[in-house]
């Protein structure tokens, strides 16, 4: 300690000759708390007894070691203290070592005026209350700035809601040692009842908590920090209550308390302690909005699964099997819902309808659009007489256009109509892609018969208008064909040939990426033994582990028979 009894500096003063240490003890004694040292020895026990001194006077000339030497070994532990040299010689050699080792603030040279060595003393002590200020000062903002960065890096370590109260009050309780520390929460302008707390001294603590009640509500009316210390306090307690708030928003009210504390919060730990509330408060927010964000994000996900369960089964999952043909079709939704859709309907006249569209986007608004498309769609096609498909297109594009319109969205479809006991097979495109018609029985004879001259093409159905949206009436015509055995139509959306597959190379550099298109589509369609779209669509997500878009295909083979 560098002050002894009362506001009295220490003062050492060391000499070996005994009427220079009293002289000397005898100038100072009224100012100071002197201490006397007849050698550098006896000087650095009393250092290592007492402590800190704010001055230090030493001869040069000791035995055993000189002031030099003497002041040199105090520096490092004792930084502030002032050092004051006594010499008889004008070395100049003995100076400039006692400056640079000693750190020596002045040097006066024996026989000493009294006056000049009171002036020279009064200074030092002057220099030593200066920078001890600044030192104290400077030390004090450390320790601030370490807390504050301790207290800041606790608090951005979660941020869930309960963790984020358990390690407000954890932290600022040991950070600011207190012997208990709680936070309650303000849910809709109430404090809550779930109480987060720490303290040593359960019994003790507990006690405090049952105190706590009235003055917190203090708190949630008024929002005004609440310091109570003092010896009028049971068990001379110090208790600081404080609101923790963002942007006018009350979110918890926090409490501390020391009891019996030798040193209790100065003004700066309690300013310090309102600063770091602010970061509690600032980290409580955003641990509030993340924990919203979950519970919406899992509200979110919980209605997506029941749309994705509507839109499954809104989208027909089976169907009845026909002996002369068979109808394939597989919908996988880039995300939980999607906008692509296929419908395989059957007319009491034995028509069988087939229809395969992509709503513009992705998400939430395509299926819902999807969803009212199928519905008109099938109330068209559950007319008594089977209309034609490019007249159901222009009625879809007649309910439909307003609302599609107004959203930017639009629809690409494609609707067919098959007549079992004529093969005949009328069609309308509505901006979709083209679909394909081949005869999967010539693909399978080239296929077994390497030396076949037969070259099996695929037909694109080229004809094809606007989509549906686009216009107030519909522009577009049909078309029509006949299939014959073992021929299959088959549609696709945008989200299979706009896939990413790899090519391998025959000259042994990296497979190429790209996209697959009908080429490509068409190149995996021949490698069937019987077509199969569950396993085309396995061998085309095989390289795609990340969708991009909605993956619909649709097809109708019409079979093999003994009479054919």
């Not at 009350?250 to 309690?270: G, T």
């Not at 996988?332 to 819902?337: G, I, L, M, S």
Request: with cysteine; charged share 20%; aromatic share 8%.
């Amino acid at each position: 300690m560098s002050r002894g009894d009362g506001r009295k500096l220490k003062l050492m003063v060391v000499d070996d000759e005994p009427d220079n240490l009293d002289l000397l003890f005898r100038t100072f004694r009224r100012d100071f708390q002197v201490f006397k040292a007849d050698s550098a020895l006896k000087a650095l026990q009393i250092l290592e007894d007492e402590g800190e001194m704010a001055v230090i006077i030493s001869d040069q000339r000791m035995p055993e070691m000189n002031g030099t030497e003497f002041l040199g070994k105090t520096v490092e532990r004792f930084p502030d203290t002032i050092r004051i040299l006594l010499t008889g010689y004008t070395d100049v050699e003995d100076l400039v070592e006692a400056i640079n080792s000693g750190q020596v603030f002045k040097y006066i040279t024996k026989p000493w005026n009294p006056e000049e060595l009171k002036s020279v003393i009064q200074q030092a002590s002057e220099t030593y209350n200066f920078f001890k200020q600044r030192t104290n000062a400077l030390r004090r903002a450390l320790r601030r700035e370490s807390l504050y960065n301790d207290v800041v890096s606790a608090l951005r370590e979660s941020l869930d809601y309960s963790s984020m109260l358990e390690t407000i009050v954890r932290t600022l309780g040991e950070t600011f040692n207190a012997t208990g520390c709680c936070i309650r929460s303000v849910e809709e302008g109430r404090l809550s009842v779930v109480t987060f707390s720490y303290g040593g001294n359960a019994t003790n603590v507990q006690a405090w908590l049952s105190q706590l009640e009235a003055p917190m509500q203090g708190i949630l009316e008024n929002r005004v920090t609440q310091i109570q210390q003092g010896q009028n306090q049971p068990n001379n307690i110090t208790e600081i209550i404080l609101p923790l708030t963002y942007q006018h928003d009350l979110l918890a009210v926090l409490a501390l308390y020391q009891e019996n504390s030798l040193s209790s919060w100065s003004e700066d730990d309690i300013q310090l302690l309102e600063v770091v509330s602010e970061q509690a408060s600032l980290a409580l927010s955003q641990a509030k909005l993340y924990q919203r964000t979950v519970e919406l994000a899992e509200q979110m996900r919980n209605e997506l699964k029941v749309a994705s369960q509507i839109q499954n089964n809104l989208l027909r999952q089976s169907w009845p099997e026909f002996d002369t043909f068979r109808v394939q079709a597989c919908c996988h939704p880039a995300r939980e819902v999607g906008g692509d859709f296929f419908e395989v309907f059957i007319h009491p006249q034995g028509d069988i309808w087939v229809a395969l569209g992509d709503v513009s986007g992705k998400g939430v608004p395509a299926a819902l659009f999807m969803a009212s498309a199928i519905s008109v769609m099938r109330r068209e096609l559950s007319q008594e007489t089977s209309p034609e498909p490019d007249q159901v297109m222009q009625n879809l594009n007649s309910i439909l256009s307003d609302d599609l319109v107004s959203n930017n969205h639009f629809i690409t479809m494609v609707l067919a109509r098959y007549t079992p006991y004529t093969g005949h097979l009328a069609y309308a495109n509505a901006g979709h892609i083209y679909p394909l018609v081949w005869s999967h029985q010539g693909v399978r004879q080239k296929a077994n018969d390497a030396n076949s001259s037969v070259n099996v093409e695929p037909m694109f159905l080229k004809t094809r208008g606007i989509p549906l949206g686009i216009l107030p009436i519909w522009r577009g015509k049909g078309d029509n064909l006949t299939l014959k055995s073992g021929d299959v139509f088959l549609v696709t959306s945008d989200g299979i040939t706009e896939a990413t597959v790899v090519q391998e190379t025959t000259d042994g550099s990296p497979a190429i990426r790209s996209m697959l298109q009908q080429e490509g589509l068409w190149k995996l369609l021949q490698q069937q033994e019987q077509l199969n779209l569950d396993g085309l669509l396995a061998a085309i997500r095989e390289h795609n582990p990340v969708q991009e878009d909605d993956q619909t295909i649709l097809a109708l083979e019409v079979l093999l028979t003994d009479e054919n």
